[in-house]
């Protein structure tokens, strides 16, 4: 293990990492000592760590992969008429970044790498080119799939099983040298935009080792998050998470505030520092620099669209860039509920009163609501379903987006990062996102609670099947299920589960809160802690009468272990939880006038909410955790105001504004690979997945005198003036008639339903 105050040093003295000083330069404890040998233990026994035969043939792989692009580019050099001395000194290199550069990667991960060539060789003549046709002609390469068009331009396969992901990066030197540093800034002198992007990974990358203070720290607490958000369903950038750079930047910075603490003390200050900031304050771990080349950096005060960034972590390297433009405030909401969660579960371990296991408990998603949208796609080869399925899967997010805007946010998105395969049917996948109703918005009696969401799907689906590259057989289709109906597919081992008489993390919480008396228990409510005194009989009344209206229609015994849950009643009861504790008779609460309360702040946390201005709303996240209950009252005070004043950054002023931008563009991936609306196109159909669901879901649709915000359609014709008129009404195209929908999701019908 590495000695727990080593830092990156210079001359012998300790070198301040960061934009502030540290928050804390304690070291570990012997119970930290003993609590991190557990966590390494777990992530060996989880199966994290590749073998040393593994490891071997990685770097066999890549040793080859350089010699091939050595020998590519002398190629080129001798086809363009270069002579035998300039094609003998002609080189190129490749560079690894990501996970696998920072040590982070596990048994079978992706190895990203850059190959830098010199400025003869092209990228779409060269590299798209002759090299695609080297490697298509090698046995040892399989499965290759090149992404010209990508934002950043990139070269899937396999070799020897090991996947790759080959980026091409042409700088305006005539020769490469084998010692190339490519963390100088004039290395992106006379670069095009993807030579940036492309070499931004590895800079990154390489940025972000010299700036923690101890690397093998850093590593298995990066582990550590990587695998929680796994399990916890929060890993992956393209769905509107977070992905393997965001989860390193932001460890990095919990190193750097605490730079004498072991990965157990790390991974605890993670949950509480991020419970406590105050999105969209940015996460950064070196201030940013104008640099010499004039290319652009995130800067709220000059950019527009940078100011309504959710949740911006801004990479450390020139030119700095927020690396989590794709959070969304669905997916906000759902990771803040998370880290809320784990900093829980952290106190109840330096309690003795939880343990890893609890920490990395899966999400149960297909437990969580009770209404989904499935999305099916299939093609008629697996090279044809892998291309449709990377376009499809970029495409979810405009989905997530777009519900949420026509619904003015009242509907919430839950999208599920990962697709599930249905055996029995060749060349398919499916794609889940649970939805429900946002907590505490009141039912409308105009429209009796209905979402009427058919338009936006047709909508996405038009989007979805002006793929350039779409080929026969490349089918999306999109069906509203309930939980009962769920494919038993994407369950493991193809068996519905029946309920789980495992205790979990809620169950042991829930079994907590009975035991604490009527006087001591918390109510969770919408993200918010609320504690109900001994004199609250009246509060408590209304929730007893809650619970009784929720029995008429189903046992409590029946509810998921789930934070996010939806409740079609007309009166929606609310059990949200920070932390997803599963709900009893005295521990639900659904009263407004709750919601509205202040709780005093030194003893409760306060968590996200919505703020809705002119129709759009808006994440305005002021969090404030609870600090462990093993520090000290004045150093839990302590810690709180140094994390308030790091957060009192230079872009604080620009953060409030009325309205939110206009999210729904392309994905950056896939941009430039939508045909015009003139273009080839599908038509596909939005039908029920299950017969016996068509009369709860099949409703009318609002009605022209219908003025709920609830109602975005009025006789099945999209309300174009309260859209944003370019994204969202150019698949009616003039004189083309409004598809015809067969589904609609309503949430009051549902009430006599029962799971």
């Given at each position: 293990?590495a000695?727990?105050?080593?830092?990156?040093?210079?001359?012998?003295?300790?070198?301040?990492?960061?934009?502030?000083?540290?928050?804390?330069?304690?070291?570990?404890?012997?119970?930290?000592?003993?609590?991190?040998?557990?966590?390494?233990?777990?992530?060996?026994?989880?199966?994290?760590?590749?073998?040393?035969?593994?490891?071997?043939?990685?770097?066999?792989?890549?040793?080859?992969?350089?010699?091939?692009?050595?020998?590519w580019?002398?190629?080129?050099?001798?086809?363009?008429?270069?002579?035998?001395?300039?094609?003998?000194?002609?080189?190129a290199?490749?560079?690894?970044?990501?996970?696998?550069?920072?040590?982070?990667?596990?048994?079978?991960?992706?190895?990203?790498?850059?190959?830098?060539?010199?400025?003869?060789?092209?990228?779409?003549?060269?590299?798209?080119?002759?090299?695609?046709?080297?490697?298509?002609?090698?046995?040892?390469v399989?499965?290759?799939?090149?992404?010209?068009?990508?934002?950043?331009?990139?070269?899937?396969?396999?070799f020897n099983?090991?996947?790759?992901?080959?980026?091409?990066?042409?700088?305006?030197?005539?020769?490469?040298?084998?010692?190339?540093?490519?963390?100088?800034?004039?290395?992106?002198?006379?670069?095009?935009?993807?030579?940036?992007?492309?070499?931004?990974?590895?800079?990154?990358?390489?940025?972000?080792?010299?700036?923690v203070?101890?690397?093998q720290?850093?590593?298995?607490?990066?582990?550590?998050m990587?695998?929680?958000?796994?399990?916890?369903?929060?890993y992956?950038?393209?769905?509107?998470?977070?992905?393997g750079?965001?989860?390193?930047?932001?460890?990095?910075?919990?190193?750097?505030?605490?730079?004498?603490?072991?990965?157990?003390?790390?991974?605890?200050?993670?949950?509480?520092?991020?419970?406590?900031?105050?999105?969209?304050?940015?996460?950064?771990?070196?201030?940013?620099?104008?640099?010499?080349?004039?290319?652009?950096?995130?800067?709220?005060?000059?950019?527009?669209?940078?100011?309504?960034h959710?949740?911006?972590?801004?990479?450390?390297?020139?030119?700095?860039?927020?690396?989590?433009?794709?959070v969304?405030?669905?997916?906000?909401?759902?990771?803040?509920?998370?880290?809320?969660?784990?900093?829980e579960?952290?106190?109840?371990?330096?309690?003795n009163?939880?343990?890893?296991?609890?920490?990395?408990?899966?999400?149960?998603?297909?437990?969580?609501?009770?209404?989904y949208?499935?999305?099916?796609?299939?093609?008629?080869?697996?090279?044809?379903?892998?291309?449709?399925r990377?376009?499809?899967?970029?495409?979810?997010?405009?989905?997530?987006?777009?519900?949420?805007?026509?619904?003015?946010?009242?509907?919430?998105?839950?999208?599920?990062?990962?697709?599930?395969?249905?055996k029995?049917?060749?060349?398919?996948?499916?794609?889940?996102?649970?939805l429900?109703?946002?907590?505490?918005?009141?039912?409308?009696?105009?429209?009796?609670?209905?979402?009427?969401?058919?338009?936006?799907?047709?909508?996405?689906?038009?989007?979805?099947?002006?793929?350039?590259?779409?080929?026969?057989?490349?089918?999306?289709?999109?069906?509203?299920?309930?939980r009962?109906?769920?494919?038993?597919?994407?369950?493991?081992?193809?068996?519905?589960?029946?309920?789980?008489?495992?205790?979990?993390?809620?169950?042991?919480?829930?079994?907590?809160?009975?035991a604490?008396?009527?006087?001591?228990?918390?109510?969770?409510?919408?993200?918010?802690?609320?504690?109900?005194?001994?004199?609250?009989?009246?509060?408590?009344?209304?929730?007893?009468?809650?619970?009784?209206?929720?029995?008429?229609?189903?046992?409590?015994?029946?509810?998921?272990?789930?934070?996010?849950?939806?409740?079609?009643?007309?009166?929606?009861?609310?059990?949200?939880?920070?932390?997803?504790?599963?709900?009893?008779?005295?521990?639900i609460?659904?009263?407004?006038?709750?919601?509205?309360?202040?709780p005093?702040?030194?003893?409760?946390?306060?968590?996200?909410?919505?703020?809705?201005t002119?129709?759009?709303?808006?994440?305005?996240?002021?969090?404030?955790?609870?600090?462990?209950?093993?520090?000290?009252?004045?150093?839990?005070?302590?810690?709180?105001?140094?994390?308030?004043?790091?957060?009192?950054?230079?872009?604080?002023?620009h953060?409030?504004?009325?309205?939110?931008?206009?999210e729904?563009?392309?994905?950056?991936?896939?941009?430039?690979?939508?045909?015009?609306?003139?273009?080839?196109?599908?038509?596909?159909?939005?039908?029920?997945?299950?017969?016996?669901?068509?009369?709860?879901?099949?409703?009318?649709?609002?009605?022209?005198?219908?003025?709920?915000?609830?109602?975005?359609?009025?006789?099945g014709?999209?309300?174009?003036?309260?859209?944003?008129?370019?994204?969202?009404?150019a698949?009616?195209?003039?004189?083309?008639?409004?598809?015809?929908?067969?589904?609609?999701?309503n949430?009051?019908?549902?009430?006599?339903?029962?799971?």
């Open positions: 293990m000695s727990p105050g080593l830092s990156n040093s210079n001359n012998g003295q300790q070198q301040r990492l960061g934009i502030t000083e540290p928050i804390s330069l304690s070291g570990p404890t012997e119970y930290d000592v003993i609590k991190t040998r557990e966590l390494e233990k777990y992530l060996q026994d989880a199966g994290l760590y590749e073998n040393q035969q593994e490891a071997a043939i990685r770097e066999e792989v890549l040793g080859k992969l350089d010699q091939i692009v050595k020998i580019v002398k190629t080129i050099s001798r086809a363009k008429g270069q002579n035998d001395q300039l094609v003998q000194e002609a080189n290199k490749i560079f690894t970044f990501g996970s696998y550069r920072l040590g982070v990667h596990g048994p079978g991960a992706d190895i990203d790498t850059l190959c830098v060539g010199p400025r003869q060789a092209c990228r779409d003549e060269d590299f798209f080119g002759e090299l695609h046709k080297m490697l298509s002609e090698m046995p040892e399989t499965e290759l799939h090149p992404v010209p068009d990508a934002r950043v331009p990139v070269m899937r396969f396999k099983g090991v996947s790759i992901d080959l980026l091409y990066a042409k700088l305006s030197l005539w020769v490469i040298p084998e010692d190339l540093d490519i963390s100088q800034e004039s290395i992106l002198q006379n670069t095009d935009e993807q030579t940036v992007r492309s070499l931004n990974g590895c800079r990154v990358t390489d940025q972000v080792l010299r700036l203070p101890n690397i720290n850093f590593r298995t607490t990066l582990r550590c990587k695998f929680w958000a796994k399990r916890r369903g929060v992956s950038n393209v769905t509107g998470f977070l992905g750079i965001n989860w390193a930047l932001l460890v990095a910075r919990i190193c750097q505030l605490f730079p004498n603490a072991l990965p157990n003390m790390l991974v605890s200050k993670f949950f509480r520092v991020y419970t406590q900031w105050r999105w969209p304050n940015p996460v950064m771990l070196c201030a940013i620099e104008e640099g010499s080349l004039g290319l652009q950096v995130w800067d709220p005060r000059r950019y527009p669209k940078d100011r309504f959710l949740m911006p972590i801004i990479t450390p390297s020139y030119p700095c860039m927020n690396s989590s433009y794709n969304s405030s669905s997916t906000m909401r759902i990771m803040m509920e998370e880290f809320q969660r784990g900093n579960i952290c106190e109840a371990m330096e309690a009163k939880a343990d890893w296991d609890i920490l990395f408990e899966s999400y149960p998603f297909f437990e969580a609501y009770k209404n949208l499935q999305i099916d796609i299939s093609a008629e080869n697996a090279d044809d379903l892998r291309k449709w990377g376009w499809v899967e970029s495409r979810l997010r405009q989905l997530t987006l777009k519900i949420e805007k026509h619904t003015y946010g009242m509907l919430q998105c839950h999208p599920h990062p990962g697709d599930f395969s249905d029995s049917r060749p060349f398919h996948c499916s794609y889940f996102m649970g429900q109703r946002k907590q505490g918005v009141p039912v409308s009696v105009s429209d009796g609670g209905q979402f009427d969401i058919r338009l936006t799907v047709e909508e996405f689906k038009h989007s979805v099947n002006m793929y350039t590259l779409w080929k026969p057989g490349m089918d999306i289709h999109v069906s509203h299920v309930k009962r109906n769920i494919p038993t597919f994407v369950f493991p081992g193809g068996v519905r589960p029946c309920c789980s008489s495992n205790v979990t993390w809620d169950s042991k919480r829930s079994s907590e809160l009975r604490s008396g009527p006087g001591q228990a918390e109510k969770f409510q919408e993200g918010k802690v609320v504690v109900l005194g001994t004199n609250d009989d009246r509060k408590r009344k209304q929730a007893e009468d809650s619970v009784d209206s929720l029995r008429k229609s189903k046992s409590l015994a029946s509810l998921p272990p789930s934070s996010r849950k939806v409740h079609e009643d007309g009166n929606p009861i609310i059990i949200a939880s920070c932390c997803s504790v599963k709900r009893n008779d005295s521990e609460n659904s009263t407004s006038e709750q919601q509205s309360e202040k005093d702040m030194k003893s409760l946390g306060e968590c996200p909410e919505d703020r809705e002119n129709g759009s709303v808006r994440s305005n996240f002021q969090v404030n955790a609870t600090l462990t209950a093993i520090d000290t009252p004045s150093s839990k005070e302590v810690e709180k105001l140094t994390v308030e004043k790091i957060m009192c950054g230079p872009h604080d002023e953060q409030d504004f009325s309205e939110a931008p206009d729904l563009e392309d994905n950056l991936e896939y941009r430039n690979q939508v045909q015009d609306f003139g273009g080839n196109m599908k038509n596909s159909n939005l039908d029920s997945s299950n017969s016996d669901t068509t009369v709860a879901s099949e409703l009318i649709i609002p009605n022209k005198e219908t003025t709920s915000p609830t109602c975005l359609y009025s006789n014709v999209l309300e174009s003036e309260e859209l944003e008129p370019v994204e969202l009404t698949p009616l195209l003039s004189g083309t008639p409004a598809p015809k929908p067969r589904i609609r999701l949430f009051t019908s549902l009430r006599k339903a029962t799971d």
